[in-house]
């Protein structure tokens, strides 16, 4: 590898992490109340020439909010509202793609019932994952808006791992 060649992988990082709502400002709340997300920036909205050229799409206008993760600096979770948006299905959790995002937690139940109090669903059941001795919770949902979360019960023992 030349010289140049690290300096370019040094310098690169996971900027963020982009979700296109329906309604942005209720699923941004969806993930401060549930997620346990903070609001980075508050919602800005986007338009002119430069957001056309470069998204490539003609007269757009993007409300956009950026929320910062949990424990988490970098990257952050930007929430788009597009004025004009096409109809997709829910995705499934094997489409290739964007899968899905992954959140750790104390107690996957209340997180799980909490998020289908906010509007939200379970997929699958929960699923142990670990062993007798340290178990590890696993669970799908979907948040308001249909997008796949896993979520992941924090084991006993100190661990950082993750299933996803």
């Known amino acids: 590898m030349v010289a140049s060649q690290a300096r370019m992988l040094d310098a690169m990082r ?5 979700l296109v709502a329906r309604n942005a400002k209720l699923l941004a709340a969806f993930y401060v109340n549930v997620m ?9 909205t986007l338009s002119g020439e430069k957001v056309s050229r470069g998204n490539g799409l003609s007269n757009s206008e ?4 950026w929320l910062k993760f949990p424990e988490l600096e970098w990257p ?5 509202e597009h ?4 109809h997709r299905d829910q995705p499934r959790v094997n489409e290739p ?37 340290m178990p ?11 997008n796949v979360l896993e979520l ?8 950082d791992t993750s299933l996803s």
């Open 62 to 65: 993007i409300l956009t909010i």
């Open 14 to 18: 996971l900027a963020h992490i982009n």
């Open 83 to 86: 004025r004009v948006h096409l």
């Open 136 to 146: 590890y919770l696993i669970a799908y949902a979907r948040d308001p808006e249909g």
């Open 152 to 159: 992941e019960q924090k084991p006993l023992a100190n661990s």
């Open 97 to 133: 793609g964007f899968g899905h995002l992954a959140f750790q937690m104390e107690d996957i139940r209340e997180t799980l019932s909490n998020i289908i109090e906010a509007g939200g669903a379970q997929i699958g059941e929960i699923t142990d994952f670990g062993t007798p001795e």
């Open 36 to 44: 346990k997300c903070d609001v980075l920036r508050e919602p800005k």
């Open 76 to 80: 952050f979770l930007e929430i788009h």
